[in-house]
């Protein structure tokens, strides 16, 4: 029996892609692309006859992780026919958002209002980089008998090795990510000044050429023909979902239904506009018939091959229709109109990899396929049941296999950040190891964001926290509170510290089974006023009574405001640390997470752990997670009114 060969596939950017986002439509549309081209890889190699160990669930095109597996012979000239395909598919999408374009938008009316004809001639070169230029495609091929461990290892090595090709543009750049060219008809034109019929049409309504550009002119051609594009999008919604309206409405709900989509004000780049267009059905359902007629493909969200393929490509489409949006908007455009802090969440499996080095050569590709379908599930019913899990006060943006993100809000009105916190009680035990327990842990990152601050920026500090949930020692959350500003507080704490049936996991002996480590607060007053516990360590701080060589006054405060139950716990400093079994898989989260983070050479012996717990960084590590849970618990409890 000949040794199996795997071979592991990916691209990039992912994470880039996402955060230049400034919708939640945006960010529906990433994901829901990243998902797409994924599966579309995974339709290629089964069209190769390979078998496709990771993601489980090939043939459902939502919450497809961008890592595919594939077991069987395969060459690089195949590899080069997965590529093709990956890289028709995006052309596909791309054409579709630009055909439609250029098919509804034909004329504009000038300041003088006389009608004009829309010439497209100048951005095709754009476009055309785009789709060219947008992914890096990355492949690693194993040797016979090689693991899918070792394949993946090679994977990251070329990895390094980036191949990227910026693109280059003339004019304005786009508001939102500030790097790439303004989408718009006249977008980096190359006038031929020896062809006076064309340089007229180009600069009918906009002076492009470097040596007399006028930027209020360029400015006002992108805005008309936002203004034009927002309405089509509005006007092609009403005709495409059949929706009856007066004539004198008319007008006013497409503008209403076409503002969703895109607001005149903004000025996005080609692939930003691709993101927001792709949510639009009358776009999604051409995008359909293009992939089944080019590359016969079925675009179904169906697990059973033996129905009849039911295309559900638009189901992004009918989950974000304009309506649904107008519970939450952080844009708002009249200074008298209320403005709301919002919650965001990020999460992320941790440890994968060793749990895969931790099983036997033989069983690892059939557990990879096992664990794949179980996390694939899970983000499913995530997804499908997520008024139940977030108990109607927010939603999922995706969840795809052990990738989640979500934003929690209430309509038209402020959330209390209680109640968002709250939500995370229960987070490991109620939702993680739900319908069972998981192989591996997660960690998340939760901000909760002032109405000012960008969406963009909103995603990156998400990214941030939840890099620090897991750069401390995984299987935690970090609580980061974003203020206008864009300065920021942080808590990083384990889940038991939050979710009881965790902590008595850990701890079977505690005495109060009913209360976590944020419910057990009380004030001197034998209330659960924050403000106390706050004003306390201001006082302290500002008198530098926190110092490295101590830490008395922080664990004397967990006894008055936490009772000695739980200052007996935080003060072991057994507890401090994460604790491995012999594969290096985390089997108790420590307060402080992972030694080496303090000492890189760190072994434990009874003498490096005693020398360890007596560190001047550790213990000044130790006052500052007490010092910001008084400043995060304060502003995510509901006694006060200074967040909101």
Not at 214 to 243: M, P
Not at 468 to 485: E, M, V, Y
Request: hydrophobic share 35%; with cysteine; glycine share 6%.
């Amino acid at each position: 029996m000949s040794a199996k060969c795997y071979t592991v596939i990916t691209f990039a950017p992912v994470q880039g892609f996402i955060e230049k986002s400034r919708k939640l439509r945006d960010l529906y549309g990433s994901s829901y692309i990243l998902s797409l081209l994924s599966w579309v890889i995974c339709q290629a190699a089964l069209k190769l006859n390979c078998v496709v160990v990771s993601p489980a669930l090939p043939n459902v095109t939502q919450g497809m992780p961008n890592q595919i597996i594939v077991e069987g012979e395969i060459d690089r000239e195949n590899i080069e026919k997965i590529k093709g395909f990956f890289n028709q598919a995006w052309s596909l999408l791309a054409d579709t958002c630009q055909s439609w374009i250029e098919k509804n938008i034909q004329t504009i009316q000038d300041e003088e209002e006389k009608e004009q004809q829309w010439y497209y001639e100048s951005w095709h070169r754009d476009w055309k980089m785009w789709k060219k230029y947008s992914w890096e495609f990355f492949y690693a091929i194993g040797e016979p008998g090689e693991s899918i461990t070792e394949v993946r290892q090679r994977l990251n090595q070329v990895k390094n090795s980036r191949d990227w090709t910026g693109i280059n543009w003339q004019g304005e750049s786009s508001t939102l990510s500030g790097a790439d060219g303004i989408a718009y008809p006249y977008l980096g034109p190359k006038l031929d000044l020896n062809d006076p019929h064309y340089r007229q049409k180009i600069t009918a309504l906009c002076q492009v050429d470097p040596r007399n550009y006028n930027y209020q002119a360029e400015k006002t051609t992108v805005r008309r023909f936002y203004r034009e594009l927002s309405y089509k999008l509005g006007e092609s919604f009403i005709e495409f979902n059949g929706l009856k309206i007066k004539d004198e409405e008319k007008i006013e709900q497409i503008r209403e239904y076409g503002s969703s989509f895109i607001d005149i004000r903004e000025e996005l780049s080609i692939p930003e506009l691709i993101k927001r267009l792709i949510t639009h059905q009358a776009i999604v359902e051409n995008l359909t018939i293009c992939l089944r007629d080019e590359l016969k493909l079925e675009v179904r969200d169906d697990e059973d091959q033996q129905k009849i393929p039911e295309w559900k490509l638009n189901q992004v489409a009918e989950e974000i229709k304009p309506r649904s949006f107008g519970s939450l908007s952080r844009l708002k455009d009249k200074p008298e109109d209320k403005k709301y802090w919002t919650a965001w969440f990020l999460g992320d499996g941790d440890g994968a990899g060793k749990y895969f080095q931790s099983l036997k050569p033989e069983e690892e590709a059939q557990k990879l396929k096992e664990f794949s379908k179980e996390m694939r599930n899970w983000g499913k019913t995530l997804r499908k049941q997520q008024d139940r899990y977030l108990k109607g006060k927010g939603r999922m943006i995706y969840a795809g296999g052990d990738d989640f993100l979500g934003v929690l809000y209430k309509a038209n009105q402020q959330i209390p950040a209680l109640e968002c916190l709250e939500l995370f009680y229960t987070f490991k035990s109620g939702i993680w190891q739900k319908p069972e327990r998981k192989k591996i842990s997660a960690s998340v990152g939760f901000v909760w964001a002032a109405p000012g601050v960008p969406q963009r920026d909103v995603l990156q500090h998400c990214h941030a926290a939840e890099g620090a949930a897991k750069s401390t020692g995984r299987d935690r959350i970090s609580f980061r509170i974003l203020f206008n500003s864009g300065n920021y507080l942080e808590w990083v704490c384990p889940w038991w510290l939050l979710d009881k049936v965790d902590l008595l996991n850990f701890f079977p002996s505690f005495p109060d089974k009913t209360q976590n480590l944020i419910e057990s607060y009380q004030d001197r007053d034998n209330g659960d006023n924050w403000t106390h516990f706050y004003r306390d360590v201001a006082t302290l701080e500002s008198r530098h009574a926190f110092s490295d060589k101590s830490i008395d006054i922080a664990l004397g405060l967990m006894e008055i405001y936490f009772a000695s139950t739980w200052r007996d716990i935080i003060g072991n400093t057994d507890n401090w640390w994460n604790h491995y079994n012999e594969h290096e898989i985390q089997e108790f989260t420590g307060i402080l997470g992972d030694p080496k983070r303090f000492n890189p050479e760190y072994q434990e012996t009874p003498e490096l752990r005693n020398e360890l717990n007596n560190s001047p960084k550790v213990k000044e590590a130790f006052n500052n997670w007490v010092i910001n849970l008084a400043k995060v618990g304060f502003h995510l409890t509901d006694n006060h009114g200074n967040s909101n």
